[in-house]
């Protein structure tokens, strides 16, 4: 297929012939099953598909949902449902042994969340990190208090023409213990908040770096704290005014 950066016609051409090849061989199409979803993908198709050019509604199409099973045969799956299970198993693995993979993709998750936060303000849902952040737990408490505050004086995230945006990289483990990891990450947050009636404007520009503790309990990970340099500081910018 060459090691090429992006696909053309002609690629999706040979892959559509190797499908094709492949599934005219495989066991899980003996018999009445390759009548029911064929054992062909075209090339039209496929690149549709690895293109992402399909509608919300199309994906619960009988036909869409054929695609997905002969794909998944190809990939050496029974088919889709096998598919699903199995990455739900390998997800279940990765929850449970703390994998790097999985709690890179914990602070990944937490900083998005924290983006979808600031866009209730002024209402304040902090039940919005319970799948992420331990009940209880320091970091809950203070993100809280400091978030309470701002709704409370009626901040509002202006998120119009990309005003507000965030970017996380360079996320590395630091400390590996059986119940308890430690990860660095650097982080790059640019919000703009509205106050009230007035309209008064107020900026976060920060580049920092952040330290996240995440704890085992109860066999579950979760974020139990979060060391932030440039924490509470709009709140104490705005007492000060």
């Not at 889709?80 to 990944?108: A, C, I, M, P, W």
């Not at 908040?193 to 503790?213: D, P, R």
Request: with cysteine; net charge negative; aromatic share 14%.
């Amino acid at each position: 297929m060459g090691n090429v950066s992006e696909w053309k016609r002609s690629h999706y051409i040979i892959l559509s012939e190797i499908i094709k090849d492949e599934l005219s061989e495989a066991e899980e199409l003996k018999g009445g099953k390759k009548f029911e979803i064929g054992n062909t993908i075209s090339h039209v198709t496929l690149q549709r598909f690895f293109e992402n050019d399909y509608q919300d509604k199309t994906h619960s199409d009988l036909r869409f949902l054929k695609t997905l099973d002969k794909i998944c045969i190809f990939l050496g799956y029974r088919d889709l449902n096998d598919y699903t299970l199995s990455v739900k198993k390998r997800n279940q693995e990765k929850k449970e042994t703390g994998s790097h993979e999985f709690l890179t993709q914990l602070v990944y998750d937490y900083c998005a969340t924290t983006f979808e936060f600031y866009k209730h303000f002024p209402t304040h849902k902090p039940e919005i990190f319970k799948n992420l952040v331990f009940d209880g737990s320091p970091f809950l408490e203070r993100t809280s208090q400091f978030s309470k505050e701002l709704c409370d004086r009626d901040f509002q995230l202006v998120t119009k023409n990309n005003r507000s945006n965030y970017e996380v990289f360079d996320i590395h483990l630091v400390t590996d213990e059986p119940d308890k990891k430690i990860l660095e990450s650097q982080e790059f947050w640019n919000l703009l908040f509205k106050a009230g009636e007035t309209g008064e404007e107020h900026f976060v520009n920060q580049l920092n770096t952040q330290i996240y503790f995440i704890r085992r309990i109860d066999n579950v990970w979760k974020i139990w704290d979060n060391y932030n340099p440039d924490a509470g500081r709009l709140n104490r910018k705005v007492e000060l005014l």
